[in-house]
């Protein structure tokens, strides 16, 4: 079965630049969520999409932003990059009939040098 | 928001069973138990959740205390790929986010 998709699996950066992270859910989610999980920590939520329009926020850094697109993908943009950005990001779909199961994906891996 | 208190780990041996409890004494009526897991490198996975009654499906059963103020999921016979982060969450009808607590680290021994 087709699972979520995340690019690029692995990304490094310096302090001060910018990266996209890309998701692309299950074939029909509707519904995206955006994860990030430091060195040792659990997952914290930072934002979520349903429809194409933001349905909920967590502590989302300004420096960031997301979106997602008519195709459900959804992208993470990070701005003036920190060493403390450096983070496993998830992403999750889930759809009418998943009953509120959310499937993740394999992450992104950030290192921000 | 209504909190899970977790052992912080576990250890069981290989192909026996296991059992994690949860406890979340301030669970509301219309709070479902979630459980998600994490396997090492991975991103987590979703085993199962229920509200009242107790649950089983391919991966694991849930058992609720009648007062739901504790679970335990139940792993009948572990294996090594269980190995893994289990958490125990609260999610209220319409609140789509998982909020993740500390869970609890299962170890396998062989």
């Known amino acids: 079965a087709a699972g979520v998709i995340q690019s690029p699996r692995h990304l490094i950066k310096e302090k001060r630049e910018t990266a996209t992270l890309k998701c692309y859910p299950i074939?029909?989610?509707?519904?995206v969520y955006w994860y990030q999980q430091g060195p040792g920590q659990d997952p914290q939520f930072l934002i979520s999409?349903?429809?194409?329009?933001?349905?909920d926020k967590g502590s989302i850094p300004d420096r960031f932003s997301a979106q997602q697109f008519s195709d459900y993908h959804s992208e993470l943009n990070m701005s003036s990059l920190e060493l403390g950005d450096s983070a496993l990001y998830f992403c999750?779909?889930?759809?009418?009939?998943?009953?509120?199961?959310?499937?993740f994906g394999p992450g992104t891996r950030l290192t921000v040098l | 928001d209504a909190k899970t208190t977790q052992p912080n780990s576990m250890e069981s041996n290989e192909e026996e069973p296991v059992h994690l409890p949860c406890n979340h004494s301030?669970?509301?009526?219309?709070?479902?138990i979630h459980w998600y897991r994490q396997l090492p490198s991975q991103g987590p996975e979703y085993v199962i959740h229920?509200?009242?009654s107790n649950v089983n499906n391919r991966m694991a059963s849930l058992a609720i205390a009648e007062d739901r103020k504790s679970s335990t999921l139940i792993l009948h016979r572990a294996t090594l790929r269980d190995a893994a982060v289990y958490y125990c969450?609260?999610?209220?009808?319409?609140?789509?986010?998982?909020?993740f607590g500390k869970g609890t680290r299962l170890h396998i021994l062989p």
């Open positions: 999750a779909s889930t759809g009418l009939a998943e009953a509120d199961t959310q499937y």
């Open positions: 074939p029909r989610h509707d519904t």
């Open positions: 999409f349903y429809e194409k329009m933001q349905s």
């Open positions: 301030t669970i509301s009526g219309t709070d479902y």
């Open positions: 229920g509200l009242t």
């Open positions: 969450i609260l999610r209220d009808v319409g609140d789509d986010k998982i909020i």
